[in-house]
């Protein structure tokens, strides 16, 4: 009985390991198969790269065309513009810093395992539990920043621990990717609290010297680009994305949370005195800031689920540390009949709940692209048409290499916080200008009062009905599809 329950529990990283190459395989070749956007944010951030590799222009006034904002640090835009002047298509150049980041996590957080005391089998099961983890697999095969600002976090907090429990001199290589990570997404800043927080205590001295490289090179390159770009740094990654609070954000979110992640709340919970015993709660604290980061920037129009992504790899190696410290798998093994060979069951749900969801998410996925490869069959003609086209719609301009005239959603919102002075588009389009108007949205019909539906000001689309006319609608896979509006007489 004993030979077999340790054949069982040498199969389940096997099992799992298997299980995770396949979905992490399927989830990238749909991602190298797709050429239309997988996420909105995914297209407006390929719009402005292509912008940025083509002009060399990225940050932008908010007082002329084109009115969108780059609201993330520099480090991910000037990768993917670079490979995109290699001659890689964008949006393989921008899933592919995202793939090879997901990657990087996975290893990681085995490292990280490894630190923290857990043997061979113990950090397989650790990265393949990371790589049947849905929502790292779903943003990790995105063209956004956020896989890579975490990975740096990660890889920052990894070298912090080698510094701690191993004694290597490695915290100023700590202190270098904790920069990358704020240099590519601004809120990434779980990890060097932390660092920081743990320093404390015992080694201050190292805790200032990591603060001072961190904070004061952070602020002077902040400061640098600012200047050289004449205010429109901070203008676009901090004034204008501070998006209207909307608590209800939260609600997917966390139902997100409630259904796929929290079965590994339970082994978490439960090892806290044991990780508590044997010092190793260094993990446990940076999981709680995560969370509490989470907590306070998603709860804003636009935030997704990629609030979440830091958190959930956390709980992944906080629930491994956990199990460990309880003598789960030494349990397990021994045919042991108590309480903490039950979280075998919590496990188990994870996975099979993240699976589901993988799959689930693959689907749509699937259907999307289906949806997106039809309407953009028939925008195309009028995006074709010479002059100025304004659309709502990042995907077409994407595919047919245009740029943003006016990105609707965060326009909207700066003109009515009066950052914006939205006549200009008004007259603009009273005026006939543009010879291709794309919405998601007739303006004919009331007023969407959704917050995050991407549509212009109430003036703007009466100036559209005065002076354009609907030319066609064609359905689509976001919200109602696309309604195609030309100047009145315009053939």
Request: with cysteine; hydrophobic share 55%; aromatic share 10%.
């Amino acid at each position: 009985m004993r030979v077999l329950r340790l054949g069982k529990i040498e199969a389940i990283p096997f099992f799992c390991i298997a299980l995770a190459v396949v979905l992490v395989g399927l989830h990238l070749a749909l991602a190298l198969w797709a050429s239309n956007e997988f996420t909105q944010p995914e297209g407006i951030v390929a719009t402005q790269i292509l912008h940025f590799a083509q002009t060399g222009a990225l940050y932008f006034s908010l007082d002329q065309y084109p009115y969108t904002v780059c609201a993330y640090m520099p480090l991910f835009y000037s990768l993917a513009a670079g490979l995109v002047k290699l001659g890689i298509p964008v949006l393989l150049a921008d899933r592919s810093l995202s793939f090879v980041s997901l990657i990087a996590l996975f290893w990681l957080v085995g490292r990280l395992g490894a630190v923290y005391g857990l043997p061979r089998r113990e950090q397989r099961l650790t990265m393949a539990l990371a790589g049947l983890t849905q929502i790292l697999l779903g943003w990790g095969t995105v063209g956004q920043v956020d896989t890579m600002a975490i990975a740096f976090s990660l890889a920052a907090f990894y070298h912090y621990a080698r510094f701690e429990r191993l004694g290597a001199a490695s915290l100023d290589w700590a202190a270098g990717w904790a920069l990358a990570g704020l240099l590519t997404k601004q809120t990434v800043i779980a990890a060097p609290m932390a660092i920081f927080l743990l320093l404390l205590p015992r080694h201050r001295s190292a805790a200032l010297r990591f603060a001072l490289l961190v904070g004061g090179l952070g602020a002077a390159l902040v400061l640098a680009l600012n200047t050289m770009l004449d205010g429109r740094f901070l203008t676009n990654t901090v004034f204008a994305n501070i998006n209207p609070f909307a608590l209800y954000k939260l609600r997917l979110p966390l139902e997100y949370f409630a259904i796929v992640l929290s079965p590994l709340l339970l082994p978490v919970l439960t090892s806290l005195p044991a990780a508590r015993r044997d010092g190793v709660l260094a993990p446990y604290l940076y999981l709680g800031l995560a969370a509490a980061v989470f907590l306070l920037t998603a709860p804003k129009v636009g935030a997704d689920s990629n609030y979440l992504i830091e958190s959930s790899i956390l709980l992944v190696l906080a629930a491994m540390i956990g199990l460990n410290r309880l003598g789960f798998f030494d349990l397990f093994a021994r045919g042991s009949q108590g309480w903490v060979t039950l979280l075998v069951l919590p496990l188990a749900l994870f996975v099979v709940q993240n699976v589901r969801v993988a799959v689930m998410d693959m689907e749509t996925r699937w259907a999307r692209e289906q949806r997106f490869a039809e309407q953009v069959v028939a925008v195309k003609p009028f995006l074709a048409v010479p002059g100025r086209v304004l659309s709502a719609d990042s995907n077409s301009l994407m595919r047919t290499q245009r740029s943003f005239e006016v990105e609707p959603l965060i326009y909207r919102l700066l003109v009515e916080a009066g950052r914006i002075d939205g006549r200009r588009l008004e007259q603009d389009l009273d005026q006939g200008r543009f010879s291709t108007v794309i919405l998601y949205d007739d303006v004919r019909a009331a007023i969407d009062p959704n917050p995050e539906f991407p549509r212009l000001t109430r003036e703007q689309r009466e100036a559209i009905r005065r002076r354009y006319e609907l030319v066609k609608h064609v359905p689509g896979p976001n919200l109602a599809g696309l309604y195609v509006y030309q100047p009145q007489g315009a053939k």
